[in-house]
Each structure stands twice: as structure tokens, then as C-alpha cells.
Nanobody, 121 residues
């Protein structure tokens, strides 16, 4: 099983980034997919998730209206479009696969390796 995240980088506040996560080694279409993030000195937290079919995306309050999650089941890839980035969005972002769309840290079946996002003020 592999979840390969990419697309992180350094961006100025107000800018945008698009993260991608390519999956292999499991049946992608039967899993909900999500993104979590972990800032230095803080616990990993939920960011966004999307159901198996691509419907019913949901977001943490801190990113709602700025981030958008999507998936392509033909490409086994999940995306996170991040707009209007803020310095407090700085973190390592991890993609995750879970049987349930209402995913939490303790329910995730598979984790990606993380990609660093740094937002400068």
C-alpha cells in the first residue's frame, strides 16, 4: 500500500497550492479519502475528506470556504486545492484512506508520507 503526496512548497499568504496524493496497492474506489495536517509542536488534525463516490466533501471549520477536496477514481488520486492560504496553514499535510468518510486519527487505515506546506507572511 502506498499513498504518495506531492505539491507542497513555500507560498506567500493569500496564495494557492494544489496537493495531490496518488494511491496504489489497495482498492482506491471503496475508500473515503482525506487530508490531515500537523504543525510543529501540535497534534495532527483533520482538514478535509471526501466519500468513495466523490460526493459529500466536508471540511474543518478552519479551512472551510478556502480549501476544496476532490478525487479521480480513474487515476487513483485525491487532490486538495488550497486558496487564500494563511501562515497558520503551515504544516505537513498527510493524505489518508479510511473506510468511513467521517474519519478521525484513530480510524484511518492508510497514511501517506506527508508533504510540507509553508505559508510566509
Amino acid at each position: 500500500v502506498q499513498l504518495q503526496a506531492s505539491g507542497g512548497g513555500v507560498v506567500q499568504a493569500g496564495g494557492s497550492l494544489r496537493l495531490s496524493c496518488a494511491a496504489s496497492g489497495f482498492t482506491f474506489s471503496i475508500y473515503a479519502l482525506g487530508w490531515f495536517r500537523q504543525a510543529p509542536g501540535k497534534e495532527r488534525e483533520f482538514v478535509a475528506a471526501i466519500s468513495r463516490s466523490g460526493g459529500n466533501p466536508y471540511y474543518s471549520d478552519s479551512v472551510k470556504g478556502r480549501f476544496s477536496i476532490s478525487r479521480d477514481n480513474t487515476m487513483n488520486t485525491v487532490y486538495l486545492q488550497m486558496n487564500s492560504l494563511k501562515p497558520e496553514d503551515t504544516a505537513v499535510y498527510y493524505c489518508a484512506a479510511d473506510r468511513w468518510v467521517l474519519m478521525e486519527l484513530g480510524t484511518v487505515d492508510y497514511w501517506g508520507q506527508g508533504t510540507q506546506v509553508t505559508v510566509s507572511s
